[in-house]
């Protein structure tokens, strides 16, 4: 009886809390202390949805995307905590993805390297007029498409989504300033320095060794201090922007451990929201305080075990960071399913117990010649589940609705195919999916179309397979809408090794950090 009485008063906590906080926020209002909503208010900046692409992924999952991008802009008094000019281009430091999923139980942060190789879709300039799109670009280049002192938030996201083919719900941009001031609300964030650190290996430009600001081992740093162990790159570690990374992870997963220890109560999270809000820009749709604080009680029952933050599959291509497919495409397949990196289902919904039935007979009915019409997806004329293993595919999207390809790559990752390649085709006025194969290499351009309902075959001179993506695939079920096939052979945490739905690349899955790890375990690359 003692027990059960104790379950019940253990799962009503969270509702008191909730109410306590919003029984606060209303005296304070009854008290002529409204004001405290009102600064709120006026610390919040909002940046125009008028620059978001016109051809954005659609939601596909009960859980919500939120892109978070560390800003290195100078203005509204940064350049004191940051140096340089105050009309310096703003760029941003670093970004990640926070993937909520639909149970509100569980969260993954995948962190972007600012060096990664990737193409830019047409952004909106200050005079309202567009870029062309850029390949091969640096992806933090992507904050600085205007060359204003703000930066281009929106640009950002439009990148963001071109890459994962996921649909960002909001965007938050932190500079120097906010995040400096949030650290001394909190009253430090326990962080573990490897080694001594000097002025130089802040600022390599320095002639000379310069005065110690860290001593190794852990310690708690606020202010200016935890501003330089999160922006320091060359004197931790192998130098690189992968080992910075690691240490920023950790630096987020200390904080919100922080934050978790004192308890979002009243007298807490209004100074915490202040200081939150007072250098922070968002999209509009969490533009004023109630938006803004009704989001984030949405997340307190988000536990730091279940958190977890990790690095977008990638490997060096010379001095800048490429992308490594298929891994990456399977990565943003398990998002879309919502399912965590170890393959639980977390949509708050039933639980998944299998691949969907695949026993509808399908349509092989098509035009003569070089063309034939394809059946369903994941299913043959006899039923019966699609493998690709052995098959190499390169993806084109012939459309304007950004993140077709790498959707598709992630239905072909999950079915076993090999994606060798994801890009834009030459044109994009494909209403019809095609699927395009050399001499001798039918009977595999067959199985590649049985994911893509009514892709056309065509025989082509060239050698490989490719898919060159229609309007038609636009409102195709997703990936996890159909069933996959494991290579025979393949590994339990490979990305072709999913059932029923596309899995975390063990690579990804095992160099991840949970929100309540030890802040010295796992620091550096190299």
């Given at each position: 009886m003692a027990g059960s009485r104790r379950r019940k008063q253990e799962r009503a906590a969270p509702v008191r809390s909730g109410l306590r906080v919003a029984l606060a926020l209303l005296v304070l209002a009854s008290a002529g202390l409204g004001w405290v909503y009102f600064r709120l208010n006026g610390n919040i900046s909002t940046f125009g949805a008028g620059g978001l692409s016109d051809h954005r992924p659609a939601g596909s999952s009960e859980?919500?995307?939120?892109?978070?991008?560390?800003?290195?802009?100078?203005?509204?008094?940064?350049?004191?905590?940051?140096?340089?000019?105050?009309?310096?281009?703003?760029?941003?430091?670093?970004?990640?993805?926070?993937?909520?999923?639909?149970?509100?139980?569980?969260?993954?942060?995948?962190?972007?390297?600012?060096?990664?190789?990737?193409?830019?879709?047409?952004?909106?300039?200050?005079?309202?007029?567009?870029?062309?799109?850029?390949?091969?670009?640096?992806?933090?280049?992507?904050?600085?498409?205007?060359?204003?002192?703000?930066?281009?938030?929106?640009?950002?996201?439009?990148?963001?989504?071109?890459?994962?083919?996921?649909?960002?719900?909001?965007?938050?941009?932190?500079?120097?300033?906010?995040?400096?001031?949030?650290?001394?609300?909190?009253?430090?964030?326990?962080?573990?320095?490897?080694?001594?650190?000097?002025?130089?290996?802040?600022?390599?430009?320095?002639?000379?060794?310069?005065?110690?600001?860290?001593?190794?081992?852990?310690?708690?740093?606020?202010?200016?201090k935890a501003l330089d162990y999160v922006r320091i790159r060359h004197g931790m570690g192998d130098g690189s922007d992968i080992g910075r990374i690691k240490r920023q992870q950790a630096f987020v997963a200390s904080l919100m451990k922080k934050v978790k220890s004192d308890g979002l109560t009243p007298t807490k999270l209004l100074p915490l929201a202040d200081a939150a809000t007072e250098s922070?820009?968002?999209?509009?749709?969490?533009?004023?305080?109630?938006?803004?604080?009704?989001?984030?009680?949405?997340?307190?029952?988000?536990?730091?075990?279940?958190?977890?933050?990790?690095?977008?599959?990638?490997?060096y291509e010379g001095s800048r960071v490429a992308v490594v497919e298929p891994d990456a495409s399977a990565l943003w397949a398990s998002l879309r399913a919502d399912r965590t990196i170890?393959?639980?289902?977390?949509?708050?919904?039933?639980?998944?117990?299998?691949?969907?039935?695949?026993?509808?007979?399908?349509?092989?009915?098509?035009?003569?010649?070089?063309?034939?019409?394809?059946?369903?997806?994941?299913?043959?004329?006899?039923?019966?589940?699609?493998?690709?293993?052995?098959?190499?595919?390169?993806?084109?999207?012939?459309?304007?609705?950004?993140?077709?390809?790498?959707?598709?790559?992630?239905?072909?990752?999950s079915h076993a195919f090999t994606v060798t390649d994801t890009a834009t085709a030459s044109t994009q006025d494909h209403g019809t999916t095609l699927v395009e194969y050399g001499p001798g290499q039918e009977k595999e351009a067959r199985t590649v179309a049985r994911l893509f309902p009514g892709a056309e075959l065509r025989s082509v001179s060239g050698t490989g397979i490719s898919v060159v993506l229609g309007t038609a695939y636009v409102n195709q079920p997703a990936v996890e809408d159909t069933p996959a096939a494991p290579a025979p052979g393949s590994s339990p945490g490979s990305a072709a090794s999913s059932s029923g739905s596309s899995s975390v690349p063990s690579g990804v899955a095992e160099d991840a950090r949970s929100a309540d790890d030890d802040p010295c375990s796992n620091l550096s690359y190299g």
């Amino acid at each position: 009886m003692a027990g059960s009485r104790r379950r019940k008063q253990e799962r009503a906590a969270p509702v008191r809390s909730g109410l306590r906080v919003a029984l606060a926020l209303l005296v304070l209002a009854s008290a002529g202390l409204g004001w405290v909503y009102f600064r709120l208010n006026g610390n919040i900046s909002t940046f125009g949805a008028g620059g978001l692409s016109d051809h954005r992924p659609a939601g596909s999952s009960e859980g919500q995307n939120v892109l978070v991008i560390g800003s290195d802009a100078r203005t509204g008094g940064n350049e004191e905590l940051g140096g340089g000019d105050k009309d310096d281009v703003g760029r941003s430091d670093t970004a990640f993805l926070l993937h909520v999923y639909g149970d509100r139980e569980h969260a993954v942060a995948v962190s972007v390297p600012r060096d990664t190789l990737v193409d830019i879709p047409p952004c909106r300039l200050p005079d309202g007029s567009w870029t062309e799109e850029q390949t091969n670009a640096m992806f933090n280049s992507a904050f600085s498409v205007g060359q204003t002192p703000q930066g281009n938030p929106a640009c950002t996201q439009n990148t963001v989504e071109k890459l994962t083919g996921l649909r960002v719900d909001h965007t938050v941009v932190v500079d120097f300033k906010g995040f400096s001031k949030l650290t001394e609300v909190v009253g430090g964030v326990q962080v573990c320095v490897p080694q001594d650190i000097y002025q130089q290996d802040l600022n390599p430009n320095r002639t000379t060794r310069g005065e110690r600001i860290f001593s190794k081992g852990p310690q708690e740093v606020s202010g200016q201090k935890a501003l330089d162990y999160v922006r320091i790159r060359h004197g931790m570690g192998d130098g690189s922007d992968i080992g910075r990374i690691k240490r920023q992870q950790a630096f987020v997963a200390s904080l919100m451990k922080k934050v978790k220890s004192d308890g979002l109560t009243p007298t807490k999270l209004l100074p915490l929201a202040d200081a939150a809000t007072e250098s922070m820009t968002v999209d509009p749709g969490l533009g004023s305080a109630d938006k803004l604080i009704s989001f984030a009680m949405s997340l307190k029952d988000i536990d730091l075990h279940n958190t977890k933050f990790v690095t977008i599959p990638w490997r060096y291509e010379g001095s800048r960071v490429a992308v490594v497919e298929p891994d990456a495409s399977a990565l943003w397949a398990s998002l879309r399913a919502d399912r965590t990196i170890d393959g639980t289902d977390a949509s708050g919904g039933k639980a998944k117990s299998g691949p969907p039935d695949n026993s509808a007979p399908s349509d092989n009915s098509g035009p003569s010649g070089n063309s034939t019409g394809a059946p369903s997806a994941g299913t043959g004329a006899s039923g019966g589940v699609v493998s690709g293993d052995g098959i190499s595919v390169a993806v084109y999207n012939g459309t304007t609705v950004d993140g077709l390809a790498a959707r598709a790559a992630a239905a072909l990752t999950s079915h076993a195919f090999t994606v060798t390649d994801t890009a834009t085709a030459s044109t994009q006025d494909h209403g019809t999916t095609l699927v395009e194969y050399g001499p001798g290499q039918e009977k595999e351009a067959r199985t590649v179309a049985r994911l893509f309902p009514g892709a056309e075959l065509r025989s082509v001179s060239g050698t490989g397979i490719s898919v060159v993506l229609g309007t038609a695939y636009v409102n195709q079920p997703a990936v996890e809408d159909t069933p996959a096939a494991p290579a025979p052979g393949s590994s339990p945490g490979s990305a072709a090794s999913s059932s029923g739905s596309s899995s975390v690349p063990s690579g990804v899955a095992e160099d991840a950090r949970s929100a309540d790890d030890d802040p010295c375990s796992n620091l550096s690359y190299g």
